[in-house]
């Protein structure tokens, strides 16, 4: 489910990793659907899920030091890489950090 368009970006104590993350995308052409980047916590920790424009791109999990967890969605099955099948199910407190303005 992806936040509503009224829903403000969270903006707390964004990684550095993070923010270099988001002038990437800023830097290239506005994506399909339009990118967006969600805080949760998941299996005890604070994880970024980075949803990508289309189509068969992998969705792109992050923990907080911006290393890469798995991709929970996308690829051609529309599953991801099958490394983190429970995301979905089990991630918790969701929160806007991002989405592409443009």
């Known amino acids: ?4 368009q ?3 970006f969270d903006t707390t104590s964004r990684p550095r990793w993070l923010e270099d ?6 830097a ?4 399909n659907p339009i990118v967006q980047i969600s805080r949760y916590t998941y299996k005890g920790q604070v994880v970024y899920y980075e949803t990508l424009g289309c189509c068969d791109q992998f969705s792109n999990l992050y923990n907080t030091k911006g290393n890469l967890i798995c991709h929970p ?3 051609l099955t529309g599953r991801g890489d099958g490394q983190c099948p429970d995301f979905e199910k089990n991630r918790t407190g969701e929160r806007l ?3 592409d303005p443009r």
């Open 73 to 75: 969605e996308g690829g």
């Open 97 to 99: 950090v991002w989405r």
């Open 6 to 8: 009224t829903t403000a």
């Open 21 to 26: 993350r988001i002038q990437r995308h800023l």
């Open 1 to 4: 489910m992806r936040p509503t």
């Open 28 to 31: 290239e052409p506005k994506q």
